[in-house]
């Protein structure tokens, strides 16, 4: 009894724990609290509470996609593409040459597990850093992108997709915020309950340890990316759905977010690891803020200069939480 009551940290760093655990989601309320009070009429409506929710699934659904290479100490700078491309994909195979929707669905996320397979190929058999790798896997699909497209934008796909993604609300809140949900959950589970997630972990926080303990580090890795590549096909779908169209050349507005969601909830829930509630809080302390500021009559530039801003704060806040361990990317 005595040793339990000596061995467990002071009140004091017990605190600090909890401060760095709720810290995100404290900043969300903080945030919410501030612009509700100065615009109650507009910010706390429920149309734009369920329109932030929703709007930006899309961005929340690739945040969790990247961290999950993030975790295996791999970047892949593909998702943004592979999105674009998985969207223009369904557009042009669906809007223009009528082939049905499910065929067209089918297709988008088959190029996703194709890109997955080739960046995890040339990572893990060439040695090549993964930066370089899906920083040229993605500008290959994005160029494909346009070609595929015309470079113009693509309308006129099967409403039943948008029924599934935007139309069809709980609550009041586009049907899609919920798969990001779903989707947060799945990825918690695995990283938490099952002996695969935890080899993930493994691998990430120590490559060579991990290998000589046995795991099989390049399998691993591989299947990380394939996972990755694979959302980032699903995410494309989806936002295709929410558009009911596929611009070639918007989805990788999604990139620098995505990476600022993905560092910013490495700091909460589970501080130092990236891991999937984190991320999804995260996304939407981002998106409040923006929200917020334009609100306040702020210009569009704001976006940038805050994904840019919160980028930079995240990874400062994640080595510092991490004990400024060198990171092996």
Known sequence: MTNAVSSS?????????????????????VLVAVFGAIRPDTFLSWGNISGMLG????????????????TAN?????????????????????????????LAILAALAMGLVVGLINGFLITYFRIHSLIVTIGTGTFATGVAVWFSGAQTISGVDFALMQYVIVKRIFGIPIVFYYAVLLAFVIWYFFERTAAGR???????????????????????????????LLGAVAGVLYCGTQGA??????????????????????????????????????????VGITGLIFMGMSSYVQSMFYGGALLVAVVLSQLVRGRAEQQF
């Open 55 to 70: 709007s930006q699934a899309i961005l929340a659904i690739v945040a969790l996609a990247l961290i999950i290479p993030l």
């Open 74 to 102: 791999d970047f892949d700078m593909s998702l943004a593409s592979v999105l674009t491309l998985a969207s223009v994909i369904v557009a042009v195979l669906n809007a223009q040459m009528g082939v049905p929707l499910w």
């Open 9 to 29: 940290p002071p009140r004091s760093r017990q605190l600090v724990l909890q401060l760095e655990r709720y810290g995100l989601v404290l900043g969300l309320l």
């Open 199 to 229: 080899r993930v972990l493994f691998v990430g926080r120590g490559r060579e340890v991990a290998r000589l303990s046995g795991i099989n580090t390049d399998r691993v890795r591989w299947a990380a990316l394939v996972a990755s590549g």
């Open 246 to 287: 596929a611009d070639p050349s918007s989805g990788v507005s999604f990139q620098l977010p995505a990476f600022a969601a993905a560092f910013l909830g490495s700091t909460a829930i589970t501080p130092g690891r990236f891991n999937a509630w984190g991320t999804l809080i995260a996304v939407y302390f981002l998106v």
